[in-house]
């Protein structure tokens, strides 16, 4: 791989996202993110990351819910020093501008998922190259995203993408813009389905009309959608599309919730997966150096993190998965839908972030604590209304009004938002009473 220069700062877009070579501060420290391809790392490189986030911060970990991870508390003055240290364990993009583009989401079960109709692992090699090779797509937003889905039964199909693919039967590819892949009858469809291999072209093709026609304040697809209709992109597009009754009723498979814990059979006989959650999506350098270890010992040396915020262990004999499931149970991670705290996410809050209102982590622990059983919908505590922490529409969010006080909110079915607010300024107690109220939370 090409080593880029570190911290060209003439190739370094401005932007409040952090990149590898652009260190954001926070109230904590710096952030650095490093972006992983297919959210896939080795246990080489996640402990030259443990290295680099003992020497250059405090050895604290972040897993997004991108896939990715990021290292919080950068020492200041050290920022050259870690993505220095990041490039040369290969863990930067082709070239330095191509940091942010990077944003393809896969199933973290890609290639070994049962119920896949593809191994979209090639493909995706090809459009990450795609992204990075191309100087005009580093002007795209840090946030524009790509989701390429291959059919797996484990698969984020909440999170909205700029551009989703979703693999048909049939060697066909359908696409969407600002939305996600079709599962329910009245959802959003496709807008056209593509053979697989007109999909780099079609990437490519759309990339470039969405940049020639955004304008100011259009950054990402939803906003280029509100002055110009799909269908204008469409008919402008030199790329064979399908569109017929098949394309339009074509509707993904839905996915169990809370298939990312636990064991899962791999497609491969005598091989299956296991995932594992994050406690609130933190961890730390000796915790990551476990899990390289456990790779190792157990499975095929590489690790999976997840856009749940947790990890995969892929590849490892079924008569070893017990044994490896009591292991993250013993490293911390939640594995079981049971556990109350797989079912709650809380963004930096108070200790990590200016904006914050109240200590959503530390609230987070203290919420699972006073629930005890595990709720029926998943909860968000966020500690002021940019949501960070959630890019799908949680079932509850706690939003901080002061310290240790929220508002509880409940969205409609399926619609963006907060939704309208169930009770005003709770304390964690009167929290924990409201989501235990089976009238709050009938069953899901
Ligand atoms: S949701 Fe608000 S408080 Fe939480 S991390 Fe984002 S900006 Fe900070």
């Given at each position: 791989?090409?080593?880029?220069?570190?911290a060209?700062?003439?190739?370094?877009r401005?932007?409040?996202?952090?990149?590898?070579?652009?260190?954001?501060?926070?109230?904590?420290g710096?952030?650095?993110r490093?972006k992983?391809p297919g959210?896939?790392?080795?246990?080489?490189?996640?402990?030259a990351?443990?290295?680099?986030?003992e020497?250059?911060?405090?050895?604290?970990?972040?897993?997004?819910?991108r896939?990715n991870?990021?290292?919080?508390?950068?020492h200041?003055?050290?920022?050259?020093?870690?993505s220095?240290?990041l490039?040369?364990?290969?863990l930067?993009?082709?070239?330095?501008?191509?940091d942010?583009?990077?944003?393809?989401?896969?199933?973290?079960?890609a290639?070994?998922?049962?119920?896949?109709?593809?191994?979209?692992?090639?493909?995706?090699?090809t459009?990450?190259?795609?992204?990075?090779?191309?100087?005009?797509?580093?002007?795209?937003?840090?946030k524009?995203?790509?989701?390429l889905?291959g059919?797996?039964?484990?698969?984020?199909?909440?999170?909205?993408?700029?551009l989703?693919?979703?693999?048909?039967?049939?060697?066909?590819?359908?696409?969407?813009?600002?939305?996600c892949p079709?599962i329910?009858?009245?959802?959003?469809?496709?807008?056209?389905a593509?053979a697989?291999?007109?999909?780099?072209?079609?990437?490519?093709?759309?990339?470039?009309l969405?940049l020639d026609?955004?304008?100011?304040?259009?950054?990402?697809m939803?906003?280029l959608l509100?002055?110009?209709?799909a269908?204008?992109?469409?008919?402008?597009l030199?790329v064979p599309?399908?569109?017929?009754?098949?394309?339009?009723?074509?509707?993904?498979?839905?996915?169990?919730?809370?298939?990312?814990?636990?064991v899962?059979?791999?497609?491969?006989p005598?091989?299956?997966?296991?995932?594992a959650?994050?406690?609130?999506?933190?961890?730390?350098?000796?915790?990551?150096r476990?899990?390289?270890d456990?790779?190792?010992?157990e499975?095929?040396?590489?690790?999976?993190l997840?856009?749940?915020?947790?990890?995969?262990?892929p590849?490892?004999?079924?008569?070893?998965a017990?044994?490896?499931?009591?292991?993250?149970?013993?490293?911390?991670?939640?594995?079981?839908a049971?556990?109350?705290?797989?079912r709650l996410?809380?963004?930096s809050?108070?200790?990590?972030?200016?904006?914050?209102?109240?200590?959503?982590?530390g609230?987070?622990?203290?919420?699972?604590e006073?629930l005890?059983?595990?709720?029926?919908?998943?909860?968000?505590?966020?500690?002021?209304p940019?949501?960070c922490?959630?890019?799908?529409?949680a079932?509850?969010?706690?939003?901080?009004?002061?310290?240790?006080?929220?508002?509880?909110?409940?969205p409609?079915?399926?619609?963006?938002?907060f939704?309208?607010?169930?009770?005003?300024?709770?304390?964690?107690?009167a929290?924990a009473?409201?989501?235990r109220d089976?009238?709050?939370?009938?069953?899901?």
């Open positions: 791989m090409q080593r880029p220069s570190p060209p700062s003439t190739a370094i401005p932007s409040a996202c952090p990149g590898l070579l652009r260190i954001v501060a926070s109230r904590d710096g952030i650095c490093i992983l959210g896939r790392l080795d246990a080489v490189a996640a402990r990351i443990a290295a680099a986030a020497r250059h911060a405090d050895g604290v970990l972040e897993a997004t819910n896939a991870l990021q290292i919080r508390g950068v200041a003055g050290a920022e050259a020093a870690l220095a240290e490039l040369d364990a290969g930067g993009p082709r070239v330095a501008a191509a942010d583009v990077r944003n393809l989401l896969l199933s973290p079960a290639g070994i998922d049962p119920a896949m109709q593809r191994d979209v692992t090639p493909l995706a090699d459009l990450l190259a795609l992204l990075q090779d191309n100087p005009r797509f580093h002007t795209l937003s840090a524009f995203a790509i989701q889905d059919g797996e039964g484990l698969a984020m199909l909440e999170h909205p993408h700029d989703w693919l979703s693999a048909m039967d049939g060697g066909h590819f359908a696409f969407g813009l600002a939305g079709p329910h009858a009245d959802d959003q469809p496709a807008l056209a593509v697989t291999e007109q999909v780099p072209v079609l990437v490519e093709a759309l990339l470039n969405f026609l955004a304008g100011e304040g259009q950054a990402r939803r906003q509100e002055t110009t209709p269908e204008r992109l469409l008919e402008q030199d599309l399908q569109r017929d009754a098949s394309v339009g009723n074509w509707r993904r498979q839905p996915v169990q919730p809370f298939a990312q814990l636990g899962c059979q791999q497609r491969q005598g091989s299956c997966s296991i995932g959650g994050f406690v609130l999506g933190r961890l730390d350098s000796r915790l990551l476990a899990l390289a456990l790779s190792e010992c499975g095929d040396g590489t690790l999976r997840t856009p749940w915020q947790g990890v995969l262990l590849n490892i004999p079924n008569e070893r017990d044994a490896v499931l009591a292991a993250l149970d013993d490293l911390g991670l939640t594995t079981s049971e556990q109350p705290l797989s996410i809380a963004c809050g108070s200790t990590g972030c200016a904006r914050g209102l109240a200590d959503t982590k609230d987070a622990l203290r919420l699972a006073r005890q059983e595990p709720l029926p919908a998943g909860v968000h505590l966020c500690g002021c940019r949501s922490a959630a890019a799908h529409v079932p509850f969010t706690l939003l901080a009004v002061a310290d240790g006080r929220y508002d509880l909110f409940r409609p079915q399926r619609v963006a938002g939704g309208q607010p169930l009770a005003r300024n709770l304390s964690l107690d929290a009473d409201r989501l089976p009238g709050v939370i009938p069953d899901a």
